[in-house]
């Protein structure tokens, strides 16, 4: 069975500093993975997916993920915070059948001035 | 081209009562979802439908049925509401039936209070 784990349930960053995100994933077969997120009281926004193509994978808003394959991971990164970056992410690998999506517990992301 | 859009955007209920949430998308998607969040559980899919005409259950089936009315449009009803249905409910679609690496997109929410 597919699974998700976030490793932390809460980052604090300071504007212009980088930020990390983890996830690890379990998968039986060659996984899709997926970031989203979701700002306040907001539905969820595809930030960038892997799709077993480049690993390295580059996103919207200068978040970018790379898949580690042997260490089972999908971290999700980008160089400088900015403070409309303060929302929650989810790490999302997708099901083997119909498409369906599982859920990692969500990182919520503080942006400090 | 709204995307997917849902109804209502929040709803108070009392416990016993029942209600339908509507969702509709515009992106002529084949596949179409239903999804609860609740604080510190990420989103836990409760039904699905892959393609018109089909429904299946997802992790969190119970107390609910669906719908796939068309193409466009998928319910949600819970036919006797109780207090651990509160929660924020979100629909979802997709492009292609079945396939693991389509994009989800998703509607703005409604939030269900059951008292």
């Known amino acids: 069975a597919q699974s998700v784990t976030q490793l932390d349930s809460h980052v604090s960053v300071s504007e212009g500093t980088p930020v990390l995100l983890r996830c690890n994933y379990s998968s039986s077969y060659s996984p899709s993975l997926f970031w989203y997120v979701q700002h306040p009281n907001k539905g969820l926004q595809l930030l960038l997916k892997?799709?077993?193509?480049?690993?390295l994978v580059k996103g919207i808003n200068g978040f970018e993920a790379e898949f580690k394959k042997s260490e089972t991971s999908f971290h999700l990164t980008k160089p400088s915070a900015h403070m409309s970056d303060a929302a929650e992410y989810f790490c999302?690998?997708?099901?083997?059948?119909?498409?369906?999506?599982?859920f990692g517990q969500g990182t919520e992301l503080s942006v400090k001035p | 081209n709204a995307g997917v859009t849902q109804t209502p955007k929040f709803q108070v209920l009392k416990t016993g009562q029942s209600m339908t949430l509507q969702c509709a998308q515009d992106?002529?998607?084949?596949?179409m979802y239903w999804y609860r969040q609740d604080p510190g559980m990420g989103l836990r899919l409760i039904y699905y439908?892959?393609?018109?005409?089909?429904?299946d259950k997802g992790e969190v089936p119970n107390g609910y049925n669906v719908s796939r009315l068309n193409k466009r449009e998928f319910s949600l009803r819970l036919e006797s509401a109780a207090p651990s249905q509160t929660s924020v409910y979100f629909c979802a679609s997709s492009g292609q039936q079945g396939a693991r690496w389509e994009t989800q997109y998703f509607g703005p929410g409604t939030r269900l209070l059951v008292l």
């Open positions: 999302v690998v997708s099901d083997n059948q119909g498409g369906k999506l599982i």
């Open positions: 892997y799709t077993s193509a480049a690993t």
């Open positions: 439908s892959a393609s018109e005409g089909t429904t």
């Open positions: 992106m002529n998607h084949n596949s």
